[in-house]
């Protein structure tokens, strides 16, 4: 694989599409379910199959789409206390058709999602320039302060401290500045991206 044309494609798409940014991830509609399913997946008393239990009633209630309801599912696999990668990625896989399936607006959303998944499954299995090009990917789909996270704590964690100020100088001049509110925000937060807090304004 080569690691530095993944670099360069993240930096090509930070120059010259960042005005496609969203302003939300999350179909509107739906937003509210999600979060209430994060906010149970972060929790300190996290309980696996309670929170799946939840997820299948909100999908089945029509709360959230048969995607939303995998890649909550999916989280869960990753979870650290649940760790099942075979279920990581099987979910993944399914959430995959069901993007295709549903199609509409949302799909090139849809399919960011599920970029972002398998990079985070290849991030936790210690593969990080996989990681790296799935994550570059779901970028190229869509431009989020989450997917520029996972690029910058991926950089990070492969050694590469100076390529990922160069990125985040990069960003704070192209996105808008919602977006790079967002990523200061982030940086402030993740213990992943410590490295690059001298950067924060």
Do not use: K
């Amino acid at each position: 694989m080569d690691y530095r044309s993944i670099y360069e494609r993240i930096c090509s798409t930070v120059e010259t599409r960042a005005y496609l940014t969203p302003a939300q991830a999350v179909d509107s509609r739906q937003r509210t379910e999600m979060q209430r399913i994060q906010q149970q997946i972060q929790a300190s008393n996290f309980e696996p199959d309670a929170v799946r239990s939840a997820i299948h009633e909100a999908y089945r209630d029509g709360r959230i789409d048969r995607v939303l309801m995998l890649s909550a599912l999916h989280v869960v696999a990753c979870h650290p206390s649940v760790a099942d990668w075979s279920e990581a990625a099987r979910l993944v896989g399914e959430q995959e058709l069901a993007a295709l399936d549903q199609g509409g607006s949302r799909l090139q959303d849809n399919l960011a999602s599920v970029e972002r998944h398998r990079g985070v499954l290849a991030f936790l299995r210690g593969h990080y320039e996989v990681a790296l090009d799935y994550f570059a990917r779901a970028l190229e789909r869509q431009r989020s302060s989450e997917n520029l996270q996972n690029i910058l704590c991926t950089l990070i964690r492969l050694g590469d401290e100076e390529d990922a100020r160069a990125l985040l100088t990069q960003i704070r001049g192209a996105f808008p500045s919602h977006l790079v509110e967002e990523i200061n925000h982030l940086i402030a937060l993740d213990p992943d991206l410590a490295l690059l807090r001298e950067e924060s304004p």
